[in-house]
T-cell receptor, first 111, second 114 residues
Framework: AQSVTQLGSHVSVSEGALVLLRCNYSSSVPPYLFWYVQYPNQGLQLLLKYTSAATLVKGINGFEAEFKKSETSFHLTKPSAHMSDAAEYFC?????????FGKGTHLIIQP | DSGVTQTPKHLITATGQRVTLRCSPRSGDLSVYWYQQSLDQGLQFLIQ???????AKGNILERFSAQQFPDLHSELNLSSLELGDSALYFC?????????????FGPGTRLTVT
């Protein structure tokens, strides 16, 4: 079964600094991978998804993620953090039976 | 706005009671998923329906059940409620079934069991 692991339950960066949120997956078949964001008191919103078309995936709000098969990773990055990026981020893996989510990473932006 | 609606937004009830959460998927979406989000368990997949039929089961308790109606809306029934059932319950929908299809999440129903 597809599973994903997010490294770091909390990540704190300064405004303007690079954002790096880590996600590793395990699967024996080509995965479908997603990043979702959850703002306070809201549902999850899709940031980006990987479906094997391209290894570098660009999403909304300036985020992107790179699929690295050799490292079984799908880390999320953004060159310059904004205060509005403060939220919970979930990496998810899609299998035949829907999504499996990681535990989530709470992104804190320091002014 | 994802196009997925959930009612009610908040629900407060007592232990031992039964509640029903309702979800209307995006127009045209045939799959409905239910998730539970709590501080200790994180976001957990409960169950999926596709075009009225149960498609997949996750960590759903026997006290919980769901169904999808001909108009494609879905209901999640939670019975014999316990304090530990307090959580945020999300519904999501997708156009079809399978991991390749992105899911659109509703705003959630916050259940508090006292």
């Amino acid at each position: 079964a597809q599973s994903v692991t997010q490294l770091g339950s909390h990540v704190s960066v300064s405004e303007g600094a690079l954002v790096l949120l880590r996600c590793n997956y395990s699967s024996s078949v080509p995965p479908y991978l997603f990043w979702y964001v959850q703002y306070p008191n809201q549902g999850l919103q899709l940031l980006l998804k990987y479906t094997s078309a391209a290894t570098l995936v660009k999403g909304i709000n300036g985020f992107e993620a790179e699929f690295k098969k050799s490292e079984t990773s799908f880390h999320l990055t953004k060159p310059s953090a904004h205060m509005s990026d403060a939220a919970e981020y979930f990496c998810g893996g899609g299998g035949a039976d829907g999504l499996t989510f990681g535990k989530g990473t709470h992104l804190i932006i320091q002014p | 706005d994802s196009g997925v609606t959930q009612t009610p937004k908040h629900l407060i009830t007592a232990t031992g009671q039964r509640v029903t959460l309702r979800c209307s998927p995006r127009s045209g979406d045939l799959s409905v998923y239910w998730y539970q989000q709590s501080l200790d368990q994180g976001l957990q997949f409960l169950i999926q329906y596709y075009n009225g039929e149960e498609r997949a089961k996750g960590n759903i308790l026997e006290r919980f059940s769901a169904q999808q109606f001909p108009d494609l809306h879905s209901e999640l029934n939670l019975s014999s409620l316990e304090l530990g059932d307090s959580a945020l319950y999300f519904c999501a929908s997708s156009v079809s079934t399978g991991g390749i299809y992105e899911q659109y999440f509703g705003p959630g129903t916050r259940l508090t069991v006292t």
